[in-house]
């Protein structure tokens, strides 16, 4: 069992820290699409570090009640689910070769080409792509993250239990005229592809936006397929699909539940 | 990376913004950092973006505005919301009717969210227990204005980081000054040590109650603030006689480039707006490099975008499913 996790409803309530553990865990929770299954994490208050439970090889449902404006009540519902591991850091690392590699033969090299990519695990396989892309050609190729919370379609739902926070957009050149390598992890009901889609149109008019993912999950939505798709995972809807990356997790790897 | 997030870690869950008095630090910083990511959409080609598509919202003002009227306006425009202006000269109100008839009336209409700005204090507060709408105020009486306090410690939070630490001196008609007022909630919550400076006259009678300093001497303070918030002379609120004449308060309390040479050197000049130039501030002073006062308006249209994005947000959320 890990250190300092509630181990009931009735000790997180009781708990002097319950209004830090829950303000953590409802954060967590907004971190992720809401497409894909919730992802949770709890806080030590004792260590000040996250245990992620992923790597515990187990994980948490979470499931937030708010009513009126006062609510900040939290009902954690346990369950336990036995994650696996899909993708280590090699093949990560291949897959994004293989990506820019498909890139660079599919453009005429008298292109432009820039990588955007889709906040917050997207913008750092964009880097990375970028870096790839870079040292291929032997030319600098520009790098932006892109935040779509603007342009989510569930903003005015009110199922929403996650709420997002927005972010900066921060693309440090014109779109326009120039092939936009649009990058995310998941693709999955293809609605961030739409709203990056959108939100990248009100910048400017690129040449072409072409769409590269580690991960090309079934599930479609909407009619977008990705350009280049690395793993394609066929998990059943509403299971968890989770990549996690050194820079923001500590460790590079996907899995799934 | 993920200690970092930390901060990131609250739920905005206020359908109304009545002021900043009840806001906590967190909830501040949360609508400051969220009013980062709204900068950029009035630097683009295109100035919108679509997060208040088909959402109504109603400018009330009952007293005269431009700058704040049109920050608003301009703010629920970028996110494609409509707007529908309202003044009490043009309106029924001329005619007697009442701020809930009138109010009521709008909400029949079927409007999302109402900007409120009216001379008696407690307006947006009245407002928002009897209407469904979400309330932004934008100026009640002399108790608050909470979107000029967010842009004011925004402005200096994007220069200088923090304000924890920070002396801020807030320079004039304090006793007349709802921004004084949410200006000192925002600044002292979020660290700074906040000082009040002006006349006797026009300082609060409680003023002893307030988590402020209190000085009558502009001379006194200049050297060590790190931020000075000059206040317009509001002509149309003064009663009596609270300073001999113009002359005199512009020589005890004008910034003027004199006193500028006193000051630290990266003292940063700041004014609400509208400046009577040559009173409280000098021109030179007013257009120097230590002024942020067009940031300062630059920067309330990105704040206005995150406060009506939020209290939207709040509200859709509230909604029974």
């Known amino acids: ?257 | 990376m993920a200690l970092i997030r930390k901060s990131r870690q609250l739920k905005w869950h206020r359908k109304h913004l009545l002021g900043l008095r009840e806001l906590s630090a967190e909830e501040i910083i949360y609508l400051l950092d969220t009013a980062k990511g709204f900068e950029q959409i009035s630097t683009r080609s295109v100035k919108k973006a679509p997060p208040l598509r088909g959402k109504v919202v109603v400018n009330l003002f009952f007293e005269d505005s431009t700058r704040t009227r049109n920050s608003f306006a301009l703010a629920a425009n970028r996110l494609s919301a409509d707007v529908v202006e309202f003044t009490q000269k043009s309106s029924s109100v001329s005619k007697g009717e009442t701020l809930l008839d009138t109010a009521k009336n709008l909400e029949a209409m079927g409007i999302d969210i109402v900007v409120i700005r009216h001379n008696a204090g407690g307006a947006a507060k009245f407002l928002s227990r009897n209407i469904k709408a979400s309330v932004v105020n934008a100026g009640d009486g002399f108790c608050e204005h909470p979107t000029q306090g967010l842009l004011d410690v925004y402005t200096i939070r994007r220069i200088k980081n923090s304000l924890d630490g920070l002396k801020i001196a807030i320079v004039g008609d304090i006793a007349h000054s709802r921004v004084a007022r949410s200006d000192m909630w925002a600044m002292t919550k979020l660290g700074a040590e906040v000082t009040f400076v002006g006349p006797p006259t026009l300082m609060p009678s409680q003023v002893s109650q307030l988590p402020v300093k209190v000085s009558y001497s502009l001379d006194e303070v200049i050297e060590e603030v790190d931020v000075v918030n000059m206040l317009r002379i509001q002509f149309e609120r003064l009663g009596g006689n609270p300073f001999p004449s113009i002359r005199e308060y512009s020589h005890y309390f004008g910034l003027t480039v004199e006193r500028m040479k006193r000051a630290k050197p990266d003292i940063l000049v700041m004014h609400p707006g509208p400046i009577n130039r040559g009173l409280e501030i000098e021109s030179e002073v007013a257009d120097g490099h230590n002024s942020v006062i067009l940031n300062q308006v630059t920067n309330g249209l990105a704040v206005r975008m995150a406060v009506l994005f939020l209290v939207n947000q709040a509200s859709a959320q509230q909604e029974p499913k």
């Open chain 1, 1 to 257: 069992m890990l250190p300092h996790m509630p181990a009931s409803l009735a000790d997180i309530f009781l708990s002097p820290n319950y209004l830090h553990y829950h303000t953590i865990n409802a954060g967590f929770l907004q971190e992720n699409n809401p497409a894909t299954s919730m992802n949770m994490a709890f806080f030590s208050v004792d260590t000040g570090d996250f245990i992620k439970l992923t790597e515990k090889c187990c994980l948490y449902r979470a499931q937030l009640l708010y009513s009126g404006q006062y609510s900040r009540i939290g009902l954690f519902e346990r369950i336990a689910i036995k994650m696996k591991v899909i993708l280590d850091s090699k093949q990560i690392e291949q897959i994004l070769r293989d990506l820019t590699g498909s890139i660079i033969s599919d453009t005429p090299a008298d292109l432009d080409i820039a990588v955007i990519g889709i906040r917050s695990r997207g913008e750092i396989l964009a880097q990375r792509m970028s870096e790839l892309l870079s040292e291929k050609l032997g030319k600098n190729i520009p790098c932006g993250t892109l935040d779509i919370t603007l342009y989510r379609d569930d903003l005015n739902s009110p199922q929403g239990v996650t709420q997002p926070q927005v972010r900066t957009t921060e693309i440090g050149f014109d779109v326009d005229d120039k092939i936009i390598i649009l990058v995310d992890d998941v693709l999955y009901t293809g609605r961030s592809a739409r709203a990056a889609m959108d939100a990248l149109i009100d910048l400017g008019r690129p040449r072409a936006i072409r769409l590269a993912v580690l991960i090309d999950r079934a599930g479609r939505e909407f009619p977008i397929q990705a350009d280049y798709g690395g793993y394609k995972s066929d998990a059943e809807p509403g299971n968890l699909v989770q990549v996690n990356l050194v820079e923001s997790d500590g460790k590079d790897e996907v899995v799934v539940e």
